[in-house]
C-alpha cells in the first residue's frame, strides 16, 4: 500500500460512535513501525466551496471527479488526520472491512499532500509522516 491508495472502509467507526461507510486516502507511504495516516473523503459539499483546488484553512481539498478513484466530485477533508498500524490495517483487510479501491494519480496526491502541509491545524508529527 502507498500513498495515495483509495481505501474503501464498510465499516467505519466515527467520534460520536457512529458506524458508516467511507472512502479514505491513504496520505504517506509507512515504513517498519511508522503508521499509515489516512483521511476522509466525501461527495457532500462542505464549507460552501466547490471550485476545485486547496483550502488548507478550511482543512480540505476538492476534486473533480478521477478516473477510476472518485466518480463525483469529492471533498478530501483532513481536520482528523487518522493512523493505522501496518496491523491493524492488515487485520481489517482479513476480516473484510477495507478493501482497496484504486491509487490517486501522483500529479494529485502530491497536490493534496501539500496542502495539508500548509493547514495551520495539522500536528508536527503527522507533517512529518508526510
Not at 457532500?44 to 483546488?53: A, E, F, R
Not at 476480516?95 to 482497496?100: A, H, L, P, S, T
Not at 495539508?116 to 509522516?129: E, G, M
Request: charged fraction near 20%; proline fraction near 5%; include cysteine.
Amino acid at each position: 500500500m502507498n500513498r495515495g491508495t483509495i481505501i474503501y472502509h464498510n465499516d467505519l467507526v466515527y467520534k460520536d460512535g457512529e458506524h458508516g461507510k467511507k472512502l479514505l486516502i491513504i496520505l504517506n507511504n509507512s515504513s517498519g513501525t511508522q503508521p499509515y495516516i489516512w483521511c476522509k473523503t466525501t461527495s457532500k459539499s462542505k464549507y460552501g466551496l466547490s471550485t476545485p483546488g486547496c483550502y488548507s484553512k478550511k482543512n480540505v481539498f476538492i476534486l473533480n471527479p478521477v478516473d477510476n478513484c472518485f466518480p463525483k466530485k469529492t471533498w478530501v477533508q483532513f481536520h482528523e488526520i487518522n493512523e493505522f498500524t501496518n496491523t491493524e490495517l492488515l487485520s481489517l483487510k482479513f476480516k473484510g472491512k477495507v478493501k482497496i479501491i484504486s491509487n490517486l494519480p501522483d500529479k494529485i496526491i502530491k497536490a493534496i499532500v501539500e496542502c495539508i502541509k500548509n493547514s495551520p491545524d495539522i500536528s508536527k508529527y503527522h507533517i512529518s509522516l508526510l
